[in-house]
């Protein structure tokens, strides 16, 4: 509690006022809420590295930006095809190069309520945009990808032109995944401000603790120090800055209704 408290008041740090700045690329970098970061930059000085070629020889690797991180998040949105069998989106800077090694697992997706906490949106790509002439059905800057965490019936998705990716073609029924290839970006990684399309470097920082974590280890032992108004105050300081009101607490916790089986429950 002693050193929680000493982070939050004494080190100029503060909650990001919008959740979405921690995840836009432009503003990430310097918001007061990053406590401890790994850094990036686009000199070439820390962005290269030297391997042992197969014939002995050195090769030398340059990625400017050095942070590849962003790839690994990316569904091959590319490779999605329309009826005709078209790729209706195109690889671009905007929605990042795939390498599709991580996605969320259904149990992640439903930890959201998205109709109260702003952070899904922040969080997910949900839709993709046609940038692609090729297509018979969707049209150039209309809406070509839609993903959803709930299940759409056949008949709806046939209402529309673009091709919809809803937790069924996803997800089994108990919850396991089925398809690593198509679901939805953590576009929160992704790095618009790449030089060009498949440029892999990115300069944003790893971050390893935010302010917000601060804030719920002191709420964890203001709980267990029998203190429940204090760390309910600091959840609810954190929920304030997710929610789409800004305006109180995501889900209205009041002291008193909050116990330590919030945090392992």
Not at 55 to 77: A, E, F
Not at 88 to 104: H, W
Not at 202 to 208: L, Y
Not at 209 to 230: G, H, K, P, Q, V
């Given at each position: 509690m002693k050193y929680a408290r000493n982070v939050i008041n004494n080190y100029g740090y503060s909650l990001a006022e919008d959740y979405s700045d921690l995840c836009d690329i432009y503003k990430c970098n310097d918001v007061k809420e990053?406590?401890?970061?790994?850094?990036y930059t686009k000199s070439e000085i820390f962005g290269t590295s030297i391997e042992e070629g197969p014939d002995g020889n050195p090769i030398i690797w340059r990625t400017p930006g050095n942070n590849p991180s962003h790839l690994l998040w990316v569904m091959c949105y590319d490779q999605v095809?329309?009826?005709?069998?078209k790729?209706?989106?195109?690889?671009?800077?905007?929605?990042g190069r795939s390498f599709n090694r991580y996605m969320p697992t259904l149990y992640y997706l439903n930890l959201f309520d998205e109709k109260m906490d702003a952070r899904y949106?922040?969080?997910f790509q949900q839709a993709w945009i046609c940038n692609n002439t090729n297509s018979t059905y969707i049209s150039p800057g209309d809406t070509a990808i839609f993903f959803t965490k709930y299940s759409v019936s056949d008949a709806e998705e046939a209402k529309h032109d673009y091709i919809t990716i809803d937790k069924d073609f996803v997800y089994n029924a108990d919850g396991s995944v089925k398809n690593r290839?198509?679901?939805?970006t953590f576009k929160k990684f992704l790095d618009p401000s790449r030089e060009?399309?498949?440029y892999t470097g990115s300069v944003r920082h790893g971050v390893v603790i935010r302010l917000a974590e601060l804030y719920l280890i002191a709420a964890e032992a203001e709980l267990f120090l029998n203190d429940n108004a204090s760390g309910t105050s600091y959840i609810n300081e954190v929920r304030e800055k997710s929610s789409y009101s800004r305006q109180g607490s995501c889900h209205g916790d009041k002291a008193g209704t909050v116990d330590i089986g919030f945090y392992f429950g």
């Amino acid at each position: 509690m002693k050193y929680a408290r000493n982070v939050i008041n004494n080190y100029g740090y503060s909650l990001a006022e919008d959740y979405s700045d921690l995840c836009d690329i432009y503003k990430c970098n310097d918001v007061k809420e990053n406590v401890f970061v790994c850094m990036y930059t686009k000199s070439e000085i820390f962005g290269t590295s030297i391997e042992e070629g197969p014939d002995g020889n050195p090769i030398i690797w340059r990625t400017p930006g050095n942070n590849p991180s962003h790839l690994l998040w990316v569904m091959c949105y590319d490779q999605v095809l329309d009826k005709d069998g078209k790729k209706p989106v195109t690889r671009s800077i905007e929605y990042g190069r795939s390498f599709n090694r991580y996605m969320p697992t259904l149990y992640y997706l439903n930890l959201f309520d998205e109709k109260m906490d702003a952070r899904y949106d922040d969080v997910f790509q949900q839709a993709w945009i046609c940038n692609n002439t090729n297509s018979t059905y969707i049209s150039p800057g209309d809406t070509a990808i839609f993903f959803t965490k709930y299940s759409v019936s056949d008949a709806e998705e046939a209402k529309h032109d673009y091709i919809t990716i809803d937790k069924d073609f996803v997800y089994n029924a108990d919850g396991s995944v089925k398809n690593r290839v198509q679901n939805v970006t953590f576009k929160k990684f992704l790095d618009p401000s790449r030089e060009s399309v498949n440029y892999t470097g990115s300069v944003r920082h790893g971050v390893v603790i935010r302010l917000a974590e601060l804030y719920l280890i002191a709420a964890e032992a203001e709980l267990f120090l029998n203190d429940n108004a204090s760390g309910t105050s600091y959840i609810n300081e954190v929920r304030e800055k997710s929610s789409y009101s800004r305006q109180g607490s995501c889900h209205g916790d009041k002291a008193g209704t909050v116990d330590i089986g919030f945090y392992f429950g």
